[in-house]
């Protein structure tokens, strides 16, 4: 059966911290998808990665996948980062996590 | 722009009624996607559609209907027989279907019961 875990469930940090978000999977993949769910719904996909790391701006994903692991880092997070960020992964269907809730104070 | 279009944003259904949500993408993808987001869970796969007048079921497709016409829709019924049809539904597409492919989402429709 796939499965995923994230962690934290919910993070709150002050605005200019270094966050890091982990997500554990169960099967190998041919892709681990970051995404990013805006306190009014709305999805966006930050990342797709089978390897290595990629960054764009301030967020930074790595994946290890022999440890099937993978990591979300914001660096000199800021209040409009606060939202629910959700890893998804699978060979065909995707497979979604419950999502890490974040809150970045002023 | 290109993106998803879902509409509309909230919808309240009676007992025994069925509803359609709308979902329309211009970035001519062929997969399409249609996802149950319950609080506390991971979203779902319903139905899901790799290339017009194609569709399959997803995890828990009972109590929903599909179509797939045109290329750019790809409407969900939330049918009577759903008996627990509140949560926030997510339509999503991508060029094709692999979970390498990244997936563009819509905003979403929130469903619940009058």
């Known amino acids: 059966k796939n499965e995923v875990e994230q962690s934290p469930q919910n993070l709150t940090a002050q605005e200019g911290e270094f966050i890091t978000i982990n997500c554990s999977y169960s099967v190998g993949i041919s892709a681990l998808h970051w995404l990013q769910q805006h306190p009014g719904g709305g999805i966006v996909s930050l990342f797709m990665l089978s390897s290595g790391k990629k960054k764009h701006g301030r967020l930074i994903a790595t994946i290890n996948i022999q440890e099937k692991h993978s990591s979300l880092h914001i660096t000199a997070s800021h209040p409009r980062d606060s939202a629910v960020y959700i890893c998804?992964?699978?060979?065909?269907?995707?497979?979604f996590g419950t999502g890490t809730r974040l809150t970045i104070i002023p | 722009d290109g993106g998803i279009t879902q509409s509309p944003k909230y919808l309240f259904r009676k007992e025994g009624q069925n509803v359609t949500l709308s979902c329309e993408q211009n970035l001519n993808h062929d997969a399409m996607y249609w996802y149950r987001q319950d609080p506390g869970q991971g979203l779902r796969l319903i139905y899901y559609?790799?290339?017009?007048?194609?569709?399959q079921k997803g995890d828990i497709a009972e109590g929903y209907s599909v179509s797939r016409e045109k290329k750019e829709s790809f409407p969900l019924t939330v049918t009577s027989a759903q008996k627990n049809p509140t949560a926030f539904y997510l339509c999503?597409?991508?060029?094709?279907?692999?979970?390498?492919?990244?997936?563009?989402f819509g905003d979403g429709t929130r469903l619940s019961i009058l």
């Open positions: 999503a597409s991508s060029w094709t279907f692999y979970s390498n492919q990244p997936q563009h």
């Open positions: 998804a992964f699978g060979n065909e269907k995707l497979t």
């Open positions: 559609s790799q290339i017009v007048n194609d569709f």
